[in-house]
């Protein structure tokens, strides 16, 4: 594919899922090596294997551990990581010859993929600002000029959880990394995002109607809106008829 070749985006609105939006993306792009962060327990990787015939080499990226700094609801105990990870190699296991698993944070582990060898590279891991800033920014030189930078939890809110939780920062943050590095990125539906390596205008391509403002003011105000709401009262429970009649009685 040339990097003049523009994107079909017919294909994104008529998917029913994401796991649909990019096993077809995947084929029609004839993709042949990808990197998925975050893999969690490989449903998404079992699918795109599959149904893809054209992958040769499907990295996985995942620390499969539990993280001290990542205040997010799926950090799980080691035990259920564990378990999450045994259940990514049994789904994959068919495709053990294209698979190649490297089981650590981002940092600690790019540097075993070559610059410029990936045609497409899918992020769903710590989706946390800082989360966010380091897989773009340490597997950005890793996809070839032409291919696709891609991602989930491109949700328009940044409290996608409890504030409890840290906000969720994928919007508007790789908005603004497409605009720094020059290339377009498209806000799909199911949450999804594309940032096309090429050089041209950066754009941002709102293919859903979900995403008007690009800035944290609407979002910071409404977590802080939700933080101070009080806490609804309990309805009152009201008497049967049998319990009323009783009370008037004694009156």
Not at 26 to 47: D, N
Not at 79 to 87: I, M, P, S
Not at 220 to 236: F, M, S
Request: hydrophobic residues 35%; glycine residues 6%; charged residues 30%.
């Amino acid at each position: 594919m040339t990097q003049e070749q523009s994107i079909d985006t017919s294909s994104f609105k008529q998917a029913g899922s994401r796991l649909e939006l990019w096993s077809r993306f995947v084929r029609e792009q004839r993709i042949e090596q990808m990197a998925e962060i975050g893999v969690f327990r490989g449903a998404f990787a079992q699918t795109i294997l599959d149904g893809c015939p054209d992958i040769t080499r499907y990295y996985m990226i995942d620390p499969w551990r539990h993280l001290d700094d990542w205040n997010k609801p799926a950090n799980k105990d080691d035990t259920t990581f564990e378990e999450f990870y045994a259940e990514t190699m049994r789904r994959t296991e068919t495709h053990a010859a294209k698979r190649v698993v490297l089981r650590g944070r981002t940092t600690e582990v790019v540097d075993e993929i070559p610059d410029g060898s990936l045609d497409l590279a899918y992020v769903d891991g710590d989706h946390t600002l800082r989360g966010i800033t380091i897989d773009l920014i340490r597997m950005w030189p890793k996809v070839r000029p032409g291919g696709f930078f891609t991602g989930d939890d491109f949700t328009p809110s940044i409290w996608q959880h409890k504030t409890d939780f840290e906000p969720t920062l994928v919007f508007p943050w790789s908005v603004y990394f497409a605009e720094a590095v020059g290339a377009p990125i498209y806000a799909l539906p199911h949450n999804q995002f594309l940032i096309h390596k090429i050089d041209a205008e950066p754009t941002f391509l709102d293919l859903t109607g979900r995403y008007p403002d690009v800035s944290l003011r609407r979002s910071l105000l409404k977590g802080r809106r939700d933080e101070a709401q009080p806490a609804a009262p309990a309805p009152a429970s009201r008497p049967s008829g049998r319990s009323l009649l009783k009370r008037l009685r004694r009156g």
